[in-house]
């Protein structure tokens, strides 16, 4: 079976601290890897995107590192800020005709001024 | 360039009525995901849908629940006779015809509460 998790499920850390959030999926032939964000209320917002063929992808203070035949991927945040507080989401992606995503359970940060 | 909209964002059904989520791609894309994510569960696929043809309904509930994507207009996801278990976000994604990098593009999402 396709799972996705991420750990930790909540983080709480203090403002300018660089944290790292982590997801592992149980079966390593994915097509393509995304971090997303979720506000409360709101839609969600892509982050990050990594192709199978890719280790790792930046934005800015985010980086994306994903290890394939590990099944892992971790996204690295730099000097966080409080306009970082959400709930972040990984979903792979294993291709075929349809492409969906499966997504972990995410993991819920709060960033404190 | 607007994204994906949906509506309502929010709507309250009392159980045993019907409840219709609509969607409207971002512009020049021509394919749409339906995801639900129950309370305190992640999002799992619904459906997946091309201008008027359904490719993959193998998340969708065997009853009550049903999608389209018409040549014209929003997707709709359309849920008969609404239960307690049905509240949930409800999101569509959508992502451009060509040059499918697997990257979706989504919605806020429809909050759905049955009383």
């Known amino acids: 079976k396709q799972e996705v998790t991420q750990i930790p499920a909540a983080l709480s850390v203090p403002e300018g601290e660089n944290l790292v959030l982590n997801c592992s999926f149980t079966?390593?032939?994915?097509?393509?890897l995304q971090w997303l964000r979720q506000d409360p209320g709101k839609g969600l917002t892509s982050l990050l995107l990594?192709?199978?063929?890719?280790r790792e992808q930046t934005s800015g203070r985010l980086n994306a590192s994903l290890d394939k035949s590990s099944g892992r991927s971790t996204l690295y945040i730099a000097a966080s800020q409080p306009g970082d507080s959400a709930t972040y989401l990984c979903?792979?992606?294993?291709?075929?005709?349809?492409?969906?995503?499966?997504f972990g359970t995410g993991t819920l940060l709060a960033v404190q001024p | 360039n607007a994204g994906v909209m949906q509506n309502p964002r929010h709507l309250v059904r009392r159980r045993g009525q019907e409840a219709r989520l609509r969607c409207s791609p971002m512009?020049?894309?021509?394919?749409v995901y339906w995801y639900r994510q129950l309370p305190e569960e992640g999002l799992k696929f619904m459906v997946y849908?091309?201008?008027?043809?359904?490719?993959?309904e193998s998340g969708m509930p065997k009853e009550r629940f049903s999608a389209e994507f018409p040549k014209e207009g929003p997707s709709i996801l359309r849920i008969q006779q609404v239960v307690r278990g049905d509240s949930a976000a409800y999101f569509c994604?959508?992502?451009?015809?060509?040059?499918?990098?697997?990257?979706?593009?989504f919605g806020e999402g429809s909050r759905l509460t049955v009383l």
């Open positions: 994604a959508s992502s451009p015809q060509e040059a499918n990098t697997g990257e979706l593009f």
């Open positions: 079966d390593s032939a994915i097509y393509n």
């Open positions: 990594i192709q199978s063929s890719q």
């Open positions: 979903a792979v992606s294993y291709g075929g005709a349809t492409n969906k995503l499966i």
């Open positions: 512009k020049g894309h021509s394919h």
């Open positions: 849908l091309q201008k008027e043809n359904i490719i993959d």
